[in-house]
C-alpha cells in the first residue's frame, strides 16, 4: 500500500491532479496541509518534477515552517530546492537580488510599524497636518489598503477628483514614499508590491523566477489581497500550474484587503479550472461540525457546501450569554471548579484577544485553579531596545560605507544616553558629522559631543553585532541609560542581555537583518 492509499477519496483527486489550474476548497481539520504535502511528493516521485520547480506559499511564519518541515520528512533528499515560504519572505528573496533594477540599492531597510509611525509623525509636523482629524495610524492604513489594491501615490493623487480630504492623504501619500525612497527603505506593504512592480517592467526577471516555478502552491488563498493574487498570477501565467487551497468561510484578514471573493474571482480568471471540496472534518465530533455549519450556512456569499464530520457524537453546544465580562469569568471559573483535576487538564478557554486574559488569570489564582497562558511569547526582535541596537548599527554601516545615515536612525539613538542633541540639528532626510558640527559650530562642548558619538559609531561598524551590541552596553554607556529607568530598570538590562545573547553566532548586520526579516 503507497501513502496515497492511506488518503481519502477527495483528497486523492486533489493530490493527483497535478497540470492546469486547481482550487481546492478545503473545510476546517479536513487535511489541506496532508494534501498539500503529499501533492509535493507526488510531483517529485510519481511525476518526475525536479524540486527546484515547485513553490509552496503560505502566510505565517510558522506555517511555513511546520509544511516546510512534514515536505523535507516526506520527500527526503533534495526538498531543500523546494521553496517554502511566506508571501513577504519570497518577495524579500527576490528583490534583495533584483531590486537595483527599480534603482533601489539592495541592502534597503524594511520598516516596520513603529519606523512608519515615526515617519508619519515627521511628515505630519512637515505637511501641517492637523493630527487631531488624521491620525498618523489613521493615514498608514489608507495608504497601506491602497497599497494592497496595488494603488500608488500616483494613481491614489489622479483618483481624488477634487476631494480636498483625499488630496491632502494624496500629497502625505506621496511624501511618505519619497521619504521612504530616499531612505532606501520599503514597508512591509512595499514588498509585495514592488515585486509586482519589478516583473511588470522587467519581464526578463519575470520569466526566470516563471522557468524556476513551474508548479505553485498557495494555502490559505481565502486571505490573499489584491496584490498577494497579482503576484502570484504573473508567476503561474506561463504554465498555469496554480493549486490553490482555501476555504471562504474562514477568511480572516479582512483588514489587509482579503476577502472571500478572492475564491469565486480564481473560478472567473481561470474558468477551465477544476474543484475539489475536501469535505470530511477529521478533528471534530459530529455535534461541533453540526453546530459550526448551521453558523456559517446563513453567509450567503460563500461556496455551497456541507462538511462531514469522521468522529460520530459528541457533546451537544451549549450558548451562554453574560451581561459582563466579571460574570463571564466567574461562570467560567466555577465551571472548570467543578471539573475533576482529569477533565481540568484536558480543558481550553480560548479568547479573542489577549487583553481578555487578564481577569480570567487573575479569577483562576484566586480560585486555586491550576492553569497555564499559551501564545504570550515575547517577540525579543520587535523589542524597543533591540530597535536601538540596529538603529546604531544601520546608522554605522551606512555611515561607513557612504558618509551619511538615515535621519530615523539618528533620532532614534542620538541621545540613548543623553547627549543633548536636538532634532533641528537633523532636518535633512540623510545625517553626517559635518551637517551636525556646523550646527553646533558656536558650542564647543556639543561639537565635542557629535565626535566621540560619530567615533563611537565608526568603531561599532568595525564589529560583528554581538561585539557592537557589547560596546554600545558598556562603552557607550547604554545599559547606563536604561538603569535610570523608572519602570523596572532591572528588567529592561536583562532584555538587553537577552537580545546580545540571541545575536551571537551572527557573523554580519545583513545576517542579522535577513534572520529578522523571516523568523521575526
Given amino acids: 500500500m503507497s501513502m496515497y492509499d492511506k488518503l481519502n477519496p477527495m483528497q486523492q483527486e486533489a493530490v493527483l491532479h497535478t497540470e492546469g489550474p486547481l482550487l481546492i476548497l478545503a473545510g476546517a481539520g479536513s487535511g489541506k496541509t496532508r494534501v498539500l504535502t503529499h501533492r509535493v511528493a507526488y510531483l517529485i516521485g510519481e511525476r518526475g518534477v525536479n524540486p527546484y520547480h515547485i513553490m509552496a506559499i503560505t502566510f505565517t511564519n510558522k506555517a511555513a515552517g511546520e509544511m516546510r518541515e512534514r515536505i523535507d520528512k516526506m520527500v527526503g533528499f533534495g526538498s531543500e530546492s523546494i521553496w517554502v515560504s511566506t508571501f513577504h519572505s519570497t518577495c524579500v528573496r527576490i528583490l534583495r537580488r533584483y531590486i537595483d533594477c527599480l534603482g533601489y540599492d539592495t541592502n534597503f531597510t524594511i520598516y516596520d510599524t513603529d519606523d512608519q509611525k515615526t515617519l508619519m509623525k515627521d511628515i505630519c509636523k512637515r505637511l501641517q497636518i492637523d493630527t487631531k482629524q488624521w491620525k498618523e495610524k489613521t493615514l498608514l492604513g489608507i495608504i497601506s489598503s491602497a497599497k494592497n489594491e496595488l494603488i500608488g501615490a500616483q494613481e491614489y493623487e489622479m483618483n481624488t477628483m477634487g476631494d480636498f480630504s483625499k488630496r491632502k492623504i494624496a500629497e502625505v501619500y506621496k511624501e511618505y514614499q519619497r521619504q521612504l525612497r530616499t531612505n532606501n527603505a520599503l514597508d512591509f506593504d512595499d514588498l509585495i508590491m514592488k515585486t509586482v512592480e519589478l516583473f511588470k517592467l522587467n519581464p526578463d526577471v519575470l520569466e526566470a523566477y516563471q522557468e524556476r516555478f513551474k508548479y505553485i502552491m498557495v494555502d490559505e488563498y481565502q486571505d490573499t489581497n489584491t496584490a498577494q493574487f497579482k503576484l502570484i498570477s504573473l508567476l503561474a501565467s506561463k504554465y498555469q500550474n496554480l493549486c490553490v487551497v482555501g476555504d471562504d468561510d474562514q477568511s480572516i484578514y479582512g483588514f489587509r484587503g482579503a476577502g472571500p471573493g478572492v475564491m469565486q474571482q480564481f473560478i472567473q480568471d481561470y474558468p477551465d479550472a477544476s474543484q475539489v471540496f475536501l469535505d470530511m472534518n477529521s478533528r471534530c465530533r459530529e455535534k461541533v461540525v453540526q453546530a459550526s455549519s448551521l453558523v456559517i450556512e446563513e453567509n450567503k456569499e ?169 560596546f554600545i552596553r558598556k562603552s557607550i554607556g547604554y545599559d547606563s541609560c536604561l538603569s535610570g529607568k523608572k519602570d523596572g530598570a532591572e528588567t529592561w538590562i536583562e532584555t538587553a542581555a537577552r537580545i546580545q545573547e540571541r545575536i551571537r553566532g551572527f557573523q554580519s548586520l545583513d545576517e542579522w537583518d535577513t534572520f529578522i526579516e523571516t523568523h521575526g
Avoid at 457524537?313 to 471539573?339: N, Q
Avoid at 479568547?351 to 499559551?374: A, E, K, M, W
Wanted: hydrophobic share 35%.
Fill in 302 to 470: 460563500r461556496f455551497p457546501k456541507k462538511l462531514k464530520a469522521a468522529r460520530p457524537g459528541g457533546t451537544a453546544v451549549k450558548i451562554c450569554s453574560f451581561s459582563s465580562w466579571e460574570e463571564e469569568a466567574h461562570y467560567l471559573a466555577r465551571a472548570v471548579k467543578e471539573m475533576s483535576l482529569e477533565e481540568q487538564g484536558k480543558t481550553a478557554i480560548i479568547y479573542r484577544t489577549n487583553d481578555q486574559s487578564g481577569g480570567l488569570t487573575r479569577l483562576f489564582h484566586q480560585s486555586g485553579i491550576p492553569f497555564h497562558v499559551h501564545g504570550k511569547i515575547e517577540n525579543l526582535w520587535g523589542h524597543p531596545i533591540c530597535k536601538d541596537f540596529l538603529a546604531y548599527l544601520h546608522l554605522a554601516r551606512d555611515i561607513s560605507k557612504t558618509g551619511n545615515g538615515c535621519r530615523s536612525d539618528l533620532f532614534r539613538i542620538m541621545n540613548k544616553p543623553c547627549r543633548y542633541i536636538h532634532r533641528q540639528a537633523a532636518e535633512d532626510e540623510m545625517v553626517n558629522e559635518e551637517k551636525l558640527l556646523e550646527y553646533y559650530k558656536n558650542i564647543p562642548y556639543m561639537q565635542k559631543k557629535i565626535k566621540k558619538l560619530f567615533g563611537e559609531l565608526k568603531r561599532i561598524a568595525s564589529l560583528r553585532p554581538y561585539l557592537a551590541v557589547d
